[in-house]
Each structure stands twice: as structure tokens, then as C-alpha cells.
């Protein structure tokens, strides 16, 4: 079993940067973040392998998120510049198999929530 923990969510203003943290309690092959609006699916935000240099990211959050990863492989951080009142959403951290969608990770986080004001 695999936890995990989320930091970092708040609210910020339209343009502004937040920086989301996971800690897993051991190593996985991969973590991701996904986000998920009230009424919307969970979508997915980004994803890295954590024994290598392999990330991945929605189309949505490309060119304003990075995702990245300490050197003991057990956090990742994302970091979100130029958010928008569309990036207002639960962050979920989540672990396993490297891929971007849901089926992919067997474990999550209970989520932060990121809210961006305009």
C-alpha cells in the first residue's frame, strides 16, 4: 500500500503560480497529477516516470505546468505558472504504472484544491 499526501493548494489570482507537492510513503514506477472541476471528469495534468528523465502532460496545461521529482524518487512537485480561473479544480496526486489515464495509477491522494480567481 502506497500513501500519499498533497501540499500546496490555495488560492491565487488569474496569471499568478502555485507549487503542489506529493509525498509517497515508498517508491512507484510513476506519479501524476490529475485535477478534477465540480461537475467535470477527472482529467488528467501531468505525468513522470520516476526512474527516468519521461514526462507527459494534458494539452491544456502544456507550455504553463512542469512536473518534477526529487533525487530519492518518493516526491514530485508541480509547478504551475500563468494559471487561469480554468485550472480551478481538486488536485490528485497519484501513483503506479507511467500512463495518462485514471486506470493507470492504483493510488491517490485525498486531493488540494487549487482555486484562481479573476
Known amino acids: 500500500q502506497v500513501q500519499l499526501v498533497e501540499s500546496g493548494g490555495g488560492l491565487v489570482q488569474a496569471g499568478g503560480s502555485l507549487r503542489l507537492s506529493c509525498v509517497a510513503s515508498?517508491?512507484?514506477?510513476?506519479m501524476a497529477w490529475f485535477r478534477q472541476a465540480p461537475g467535470k471528469e477527472r482529467e488528467f495534468v501531468a505525468a513522470?516516470?520516476?526512474?527516468?528523465?519521461?514526462?507527459n502532460y494534458g494539452d491544456s496545461v502544456k507550455g504553463r505546468f512542469t512536473i518534477s521529482r526529487d533525487n530519492a524518487k518518493t516526491t514530485v512537485w508541480l509547478q504551475m505558472n500563468n494559471l487561469k480561473p480554468d485550472d480551478t479544480a481538486i488536485y490528485y496526486c497519484?501513483?503506479?504504472?507511467?500512463?495518462?489515464?485514471?486506470?493507470?495509477?492504483?493510488?491517490w491522494g485525498q486531493g488540494t484544491q487549487v482555486t484562481v480567481s479573476s
Open positions: 497519484a501513483a503506479g504504472a507511467y500512463g495518462w489515464t485514471k486506470e493507470a495509477y492504483n493510488y
Open positions: 515508498t517508491r512507484t514506477a510513476a
Open positions: 513522470m516516470r520516476m526512474s527516468l528523465p519521461t514526462t
